[in-house]
């Protein structure tokens, strides 16, 4: 069974009060790669075919803010990340980020967001999904490698 991670509304109102931030590209495609619900490969490469550039804010020593530009998802990716299309999703519906399998974080990411190392763990589990005008937002808590 998925753990579900909760989010204090305090966590919610650090996004807009961190100073670290990073530019990556992640693969949304599910479990290997293959299909499925959630990241499955994160890295300071450039954005490509199947990777889509995210902005990663630190939140805190053991949380972090994935920001997704909504203009610039292809509906296959809004698809892995809500569920749906963006466009077909209600005001009112509660979203949840769904991540299958445990991902580890790079060390240089950890690094460049001041983040302890030993906290590069997302595990499978539930996350909060935002909307925020043109963003889409997932808050990760992180756990030791």
């Known amino acids: 069974?998925?753990?579900?991670?909760?989010i204090l509304p305090a966590m919610?109102?650090?996004?807009?009060?961190?100073?670290?931030?990073?530019?990556?590209?992640a693969d949304i495609r599910g479990r290997d790669c293959h299909g499925g619900l959630g990241l499955c490969d994160v890295s300071g490469e450039p954005p490509s075919v199947n990777k889509d550039a995210v902005t990663v804010r630190k939140i805190s020593g053991q949380s972090i803010a994935f920001v997704f530009d909504n203009r610039?998802?292809?509906?296959?990716?809004?698809?892995n990340i809500?569920?749906?299309?963006?466009?077909?999703?209600?005001?009112?519906?509660?979203?949840?980020?769904s991540q299958e399998k445990d991902i580890i974080l790079e060390d240089s990411l950890l690094d460049q967001l001041q983040?302890?190392?030993?906290?590069?763990?997302?595990?499978?589990?539930?996350?909060?999904?935002?909307?925020?005008?043109?963003?889409a937002v997932v808050i990760f808590t992180l756990s030791e490698k």
């Open 72 to 79: 610039t998802l292809s509906t296959s990716s809004q698809r």
């Open 12 to 25: 919610f109102l650090s996004l807009f009060l961190f100073s670290q931030e990073a530019r990556i590209s």
């Open 1 to 6: 069974m998925k753990k579900q991670h909760a």
């Open 115 to 135: 983040i302890d190392r030993k906290y590069g763990r997302i595990k499978e589990g539930n996350y909060p999904l935002l909307f925020e005008k043109e963003e």
């Open 82 to 97: 809500a569920g749906k299309e963006f466009d077909k999703i209600s005001p009112t519906e509660k979203l949840q980020f």
